[in-house]
């Protein structure tokens, strides 16, 4: 349940469903069977060539330079082809939304950053991992901290003199990764196993977030309620009232 939450938080929009699928191809239990261990260039690169694969990434998948991902992760994808040819002979091609899809939000570079961000529980299981950052870390910043996946350092993404490379998961999808996922996970996950503290904390802690990202529903209802500039919403909790409110008292979905 976790792991595809998670993974359907880094489809945003466009791409929840065919994370989804992803995610049912590629189980979690598989994912942590002990099959990354097989490839030649340890953990890391087997999880990128599990994932790139069972999301049916060839090359043609990939939209020309400047369009979508870097040259760098379009030779990765070359790469993979080569090397797992098995991985990529599976049925029913994922049905990707490419078209509009900004470059930093490309789900080729949204799987990279899953990998980042799963590799460090494969062995002792995501919830378990999840839980532990929950109880060590109290404050929202350190626990977001957490969540993102940063691209340099693992050899994708550098970025051109000057400049800064994009995060596989930045700051702003970190944020709405806790806020959506996590925090409702281990709010419920307490009040179903009594683990009061659990409860607490995950409540603790959606009181602590600050604004996430603006939406189009966010938008149209500051736009429709509040005055220009009004200080009301100030944090993701008043945020997701204005989205309550879009989808129960105007029967919207979003």
Known sequence: MLYESL???LGYSQNQ???LALASLLPWQALASGGHRRAPRGPKGALRGAASGKGRFLPSDIPEKGSGPSGDLQ???RRLADRWPEA???PAPIPWVLFRVRPENHPLRRLL???VLLLPHLEHGLATGM???LQEERGCARLTKHLRAPAPGIGYGEPRQGQRAPAFIGEGRAKDI???VLLPFFHAKGGITGAAWMEARALEIHHQMPLL???AITREMRRQLLPADNPLVLGARRQQGLIHLYRTVFGRQG
């Open 213 to 215: 990202q603006e939406n």
């Open 113 to 115: 950053g899953a990998a």
């Open 131 to 133: 839980q532990a950052l």
């Open 88 to 90: 990529l002979q599976q």
């Open 17 to 19: 469903e065919p994370f």
């Open 75 to 77: 030779e990765h994808v």
């Open 178 to 180: 806790l806020v959506n």
């Open 7 to 9: 993974l359907k938080a």
